[in-house]
């Protein structure tokens, strides 16, 4: 499966954002999809991530409550609600899927980084 993530761009505090991942090459349907996020310097960490049939949904403690990971099967499409930005969410934004039923700490695809800057 290839993925194309897209929407970032600079926002101000407390603004919302929606990030947008499109797959192609097989239905999303059948990965569990997730966001992993990048600031320069620092390790990639988990964002978000709904289950394969997106039954189950789990965030990183740092955006619950603020972000949500909608998918849209008949688009092919994860998306990544941003609610109540802060400048620590400053980063580049990784689309995921992974073949098994969750999200892990390595999924199997990535998709390119969409730069998200939130400005103060």
């Known amino acids: ?4 993530a897209s929407g970032g761009g600079l926002v101000q505090a407390g603004a919302s954002r929606r990030l947008s991942c499109l797959a ?3 239905p999303i349907n059948r990965y569990a999809m997730g966001w992993f996020r ?3 310097g ?3 960490e988990f964002v978000a991530a709904s ?3 997106g039954d189950t949904t789990n965030y990183a403690d740092f955006v619950k409550g603020r972000f949500t990971i909608p998918i849209d099967n008949s688009k092919n499409a994860v998306y990544l609600q941003m609610n109540s930005l802060k400048p620590e969410d400053t980063a580049v934004y990784y689309c995921v899927a992974d073949r098994y039923y969750y999200v892990g700490e390595n999924p199997d695809y990535w998709g ?3 730069l998200v800057t939130v400005s103060s």
């Open 42 to 44: 620092k390790e990639r």
């Open 38 to 40: 990048q600031v320069p």
């Open 1 to 4: 499966v290839q993925l194309q």
């Open 51 to 53: 289950h394969r049939g």
């Open 24 to 26: 192609s090459g097989r």
């Open 112 to 114: 390119q980084g969409t």
